[in-house]
């Protein structure tokens, strides 16, 4: 059983190898492959034919992807039926139009097969865990880049994705405070405000200011950072302002501490509306012309990191603490749990990266306004956070790509009149999402009130060989 | 440590008055190094009240605290309590040192609960694990990012030490809550041990047990003494397992103390008959 293990992994490593390796030579030569797909020669007799074949051969020569796939598929179009498309010319077609999803793919597979081959060697036993993460990793992010190139990146579902990883981070930012912590905050939308203005400011291309701030005279700020320096800034200056707030609001307790964060998010909010300080956050007009990207892989990448950083948080030392002062503040604090310590280090750390997701935000709407962060925003994560289950890092992030998917993509037909057979379906308006959606919500909310997850995590080992349950009914 | 104390733990005159209500009333007693010494009273004589000036849980209205003879607690009327003042020695102490729970427990005063408070979340392990958190070295960043693994063994093995103690390492991977009654409450005194007390206050460790139960923890009691070397103070109500462990009694009715000695003293002591079982009012 084990050796066969062992070589379906280095099967696996091989096939990769050999996938990858394919893949990279069959970039290289594209031009022989032209030249073959019309062995007959035709284009030398048809001129049209043979500026459209030198096109592609061109676009080649200089290098450019995609417009070269452009010029390949219109050069197929056209002549299509006149080229030798089939068996090996159709295989290396295939390949090079698809040569990053399969060095994708490839490079998965060589993961897994490494992982598993791992998993398998006695002595690399302490490896085992983090590399089954990781082979995981590699086959999501391989998979999302590979439907990325498929579906193409402005299409429904690559947005729902983008928005999708963004809420998940900011949903997973809030749980670490209200469902590990215990602290009921609602300032979510404010720091993800100040992430989010902090990354604007300081990446709009410095040659584009003078028309953002047109009514500043360019604005104060003369430079731009590269982008995750701003990102880190952004969750940074977040954070400092929770570490501000919290001196005074975190003694507070459950209801009075939810009234002073929500004043909190209103009143910056309205701060960076303020015309005086116009030069650095551009009044109530808004930030425009800064850096943001157009893979999904980039939102996936940071909130993946900033998610991982979390889980590893919770299952520390301090996140155990977090966890006691939510089950039993007098008995955490007799265990000796500095109370204010704690909540301070929770509440600045769900901060700093509801700032940094307030940046991929920015980044993902491409221009930023103070006025969007209203409070609804932070009820529209509050109830993500309760629809996954307070205190589930797995059913937070399940929750914000079904919440983003349906009321972004899955409900919007509602939104839409509708006639069937010269029949309007009733109903179907403009506004009508939102009622369906807050029904959905309210159900949810009456029969299944703890969340999709509970407190419980998707765990991959009971996942693969489901066990008998032990203990007693946490759902007392 | 280079000198012994005497006393492991002091009270001076330690008053707790809840608006007019005086709860405690200058209370002042010592623990011994190294002796078991209780605290009874009928229900609602402040036993628990003044467990909870000791480990800082109330800010006791007037008074000191000493713990291996260092002064860690000491307050005096202060604000509107100063005119609603009802205590003895309202001048004596002009120090205000009023510590939170978790400094008091990082001194080494660990304490359980009357009314079980186990995290209900938790495993069992986990609730012990928590309690060894207190003696970390690592930092929020070293912690998140597992460079303090050592660390974080040790800590493991020092829960599971501490289960074993208690006998419930099989137990280990069960819901707190989910544990029978008695089991829960020696669940306490393993988490309580976890923190490496060298005073270890115990609220009515017997509350809820039978005869049998009882005379198990009297014994498990003593034994943890001797194998931590620790001092213990208790508030119990089964006299059996009071008279049996005991060095020394305080018996305290109304917050005041009425009655100190041995346990052969209390017994026969009149005042303390008159306290549990009423006098004739002729």
């Not at chain 1, 309210?442 to 969340?451: D, Q, S």
Request: glycine share 8%; proline share 3%.
């Amino acid at each position: 059983m084990k050796t066969a293990k062992i070589v379906l992994s280095l099967l696996l490593i091989i096939i990769a190898i050999a996938l990858v390796g394919y893949t990279l030579s069959s970039q290289g030569d594209l031009r022989d492959m032209v030249m073959r797909l019309d062995p007959q020669n035709l284009a030398s007799a048809d001129s049209r034919m043979l500026k459209a074949r030198d096109r592609v051969l061109d676009g080649l020569a200089e290098g450019d992807r995609v417009r070269d796939l452009r010029n390949l598929d219109r050069y197929l179009q056209d002549y299509g039926p006149q080229l030798a498309l089939d068996g090996e010319n159709g295989l290396e077609l295939f390949v090079y139009r698809n040569g990053p999803s399969l060095l994708a793919a490839g490079i998965a597979l060589a993961v897994i097969g490494a992982a598993l081959l791992v998993s398998q060697l006695d002595k690399l036993a302490k490896l085992r865990k983090p590399a089954i993460y990781l082979a995981l990793a590699a086959v999501l992010y391989a998979g999302v880049y590979i439907v990325e190139n498929i579906a193409g990146s402005s299409s429904m579902l690559m947005t729902v994705l983008k928005k999708g990883a963004i809420y998940a981070l900011i949903a997973v930012s809030m749980n670490l405070l209200n469902g590990f912590t215990g602290l009921f905050s609602l300032g979510q939308a404010g720091f993800m405000l100040v992430g989010a203005y902090t990354y604007a400011i300081f990446t709009i291309a410095t040659d584009s200011r003078a028309q953002v701030y047109q009514y500043y005279d360019g604005g104060l700020v003369q430079f731009a950072l590269p982008t995750l320096v701003a990102i880190v800034l952004a969750g940074l200056v977040a954070a400092f302002f929770a570490f501000l707030i919290g001196l005074p609001v975190l003694r507070l307790k459950s209801d009075y501490l939810a009234i002073a964060t929500l004043g909190f998010a209103e009143i910056i909010r309205a701060i960076f509306q303020y015309d005086g300080l116009g030069p650095i956050t551009n009044g109530s007009n808004l930030l425009r012309k800064f850096t943001t990207f157009d893979t999904v892989l980039f939102p996936f990448a940071v909130a993946g990191v900033c998610i991982a950083l979390i889980v590893m948080l919770i299952h520390s030392t301090y996140g155990r603490s977090f966890k006691a002062i939510r089950d039993d503040e007098v008995a955490a604090e007799a265990m000796g749990i500095n109370l204010f310590r704690h909540k301070q280090m929770s509440f600045v750390i769900s901060s700093f990266f509801a700032g940094v997701g307030g940046a991929l935000l920015a980044m993902y709407q491409t221009t930023v306004q103070a006025s969007a962060f209203k409070a609804s925003m932070t009820y529209e994560i509050l109830l993500i956070v309760v629809i996954g289950g307070m205190g589930s890092i797995t059913g937070s992030v399940l929750a914000s790509f079904l919440f983003v998917a349906s009321s972004e993509w899955w409900l919007r037909f509602l939104d839409n009149e509708l006639v069937i057979g010269g029949v309007q379906v009733p109903l179907l308006r403009s506004g009508f999402r939102m009622v369906v959606f807050s029904v959905v919500i309210m159900l949810m909310v009456l029969f299944y009130r703890r969340g999709i997850m509970g407190d419980k995590e998707f765990n991959l080992k009971s996942f693969l060989q489901p066990r008998v349950r032990k203990g007693g009914d946490v759902r007392g | 440590m280079t000198s012994v104390a005497d006393h492991a733990l002091e009270l001076r005159n330690i008053t707790m008055q809840f608006g007019g209500v005086v709860a405690v009333d200058s209370l002042s007693l010592h623990v011994n190094q190294g002796e078991i010494v209780a605290l009874i009273g009928p229900n609602g004589a402040g036993k628990t009240t003044a467990f909870n000036c000791i480990t800082g849980v109330y800010k006791p209205t007037n008074g000191q605290v000493y713990y291996q003879d260092q002064l860690i607690i000491s307050s005096h009327p202060q604000g509107k309590m100063k005119a609603l003042y009802a205590g003895q020695h309202k001048d004596a102490y002009k120090e205000v040192l009023e510590p939170t729970p978790d400094r008091i427990t990082k001194l080494g005063l660990a304490r359980t609960f009357q009314n079980i408070r186990l995290f209900k979340t938790q495993t069992a392990f986990e609730n012990v694990l928590i309690a060894t958190h207190l003696h970390r070295t690592s930092n929020l960043l070293t912690a998140t990012l597992r460079l303090n693994y050592a660390e974080e063994k040790r800590m493991r093995q020092h829960a599971l030490d501490m289960l074993e103690v208690v006998g419930l390492a099989d137990l280990k991977d069960e819901l707190a809550t989910s544990l029978p009654y008695g089991m829960q409450r020696q669940l306490e005194i393993a988490r309580a041990l976890a923190t490496k007390p060298r005073l270890l206050l115990l609220d009515e460790p017997a509350a809820g047990m039978n005869p049998q139960e009882t005379d198990d923890l009297g014994r498990f009691i003593v034994d943890i003494k001797q194998r931590f070397d620790l001092t213990v103070f208790l508030i119990e109500h089964h006299m059996d397992l009071v008279m049996d462990i005991s060095d020394r009694i305080y018996v305290i009715d109304f917050g005041r103390l009425i009655a100190t000695g041995s346990p052969d003293e209390v017994q026969d002591n009149p005042d303390v008959i008159a306290a549990y079982l009423g006098v004739d009012e002729e």
